[in-house]
């Protein structure tokens, strides 16, 4: 007898199938992935956009309190007249750059304090809500601006010079020589604070999970299978063996 006119047992899973426990397996017929969905305390975008518009109008609220405490710790510029003009009493003095400096200095110390509060509130915030900082850190800085020039001395020197009389020293008008350079030190403080506490404390992306739904899955055929150059049929649930005698 050759070999193929004996019982030969085909495998239980066809070799060109993988098995159930396979790692490498390609998904059935019918399944599809699934993402894993976000955090559910993520906020969708209408709450992002209102929660921007918060921000915004607080952090600009604020340009207020900058704008007084400007007008107290600025040094002042000291002027004299005569019966002809209007002098620096110190050519060589240094108060002009001063109110300058002065404001840069607070206002990067409001971006620091609003940025570390926005993030405290508003951890999971997004792109939005970091937009609303950057608006109203911008909106802040005029408004500070304006506050300290509206309350601080008139900007009418000749009028002021009149007054005082010849001689007699008074102050001149506050105001930023460097206007853009002082508006923008909030909004770069805050950005750049912001960043750094979110890349140091911020809630990290969850990576997501992705699972098999398998609809209905068939099976192999079952049927005899014919052996190689015979025509005699293989039964795969005949007993583990090799050729019959020969």
């Known amino acids: 007898m050759a070999w193929h006119d004996g019982t030969v047992t085909a495998p239980l899973t066809p070799p060109h199938q993988p098995g159930p426990h396979d790692p490498w397996q390609v ?3 019918g399944s599809h992935l699934a993402p894993y969905s ?3 305390d993520d906020p969708d ?3 992002e956009l209102r929660q921007a518009a918060v921000v915004a109008v607080l952090v600009a609220v604020s340009g207020i309190a900058l704008g007084l405490l400007w007008l107290w710790l600025a ?3 000291p002027l004299v ?3 002809t003009a209007v002098f620096l009493k110190n050519s060589e003095g240094e108060e002009a750059i001063g109110a300058d400096g002065t404001f840069v200095l607070l206002a990067i110390g409001f971006g620091v304090l609003s940025a570390a509060l926005v993030f ?3 951890r999971r915030g997004g792109v939005l809500v970091v937009a609303g900082l950057a608006l109203g850190a911008v909106l802040a800085s005029l408004i500070a601006w304006r506050v300290g020039v509206w309350l601080g001395p008139s900007s009418d020197v000749v009028g002021r010079a009149r007054e005082a009389g010849q001689g007699v020293t008074f102050d001149a008008p506050l105001e930023l020589h460097t206007v853009w350079v002082a508006v923008l030190a909030w909004p770069f403080a805050a950005m750049g604070i912001h960043l ?3 890349a140091a404390f911020g809630p990290r992306d969850v990576e997501p999970e992705w699972a098999y739904y398998q609809g209905p899955v068939q099976g192999p055929v079952q049927g005899p299978l014919e052996g190689p150059g015979s ?3 293989v039964s795969p649930s005949s007993p583990a063996g090799g050729a019959g005698p020969g």
Request: no cysteine; glycine share 12%; aromatic share 4%.
């Open 120 to 122: 405290w509130r508003l």
């Open 196 to 198: 750094l506490l979110t």
């Open 231 to 233: 025509g005699s049929g």
């Open 81 to 83: 007249s005569d019966d």
């Open 27 to 29: 998904p059935p017929s």
């Open 75 to 77: 040094p002042r510029v």
């Open 45 to 47: 975008t209408a709450t």
């Open 38 to 40: 976000g955090a559910p």
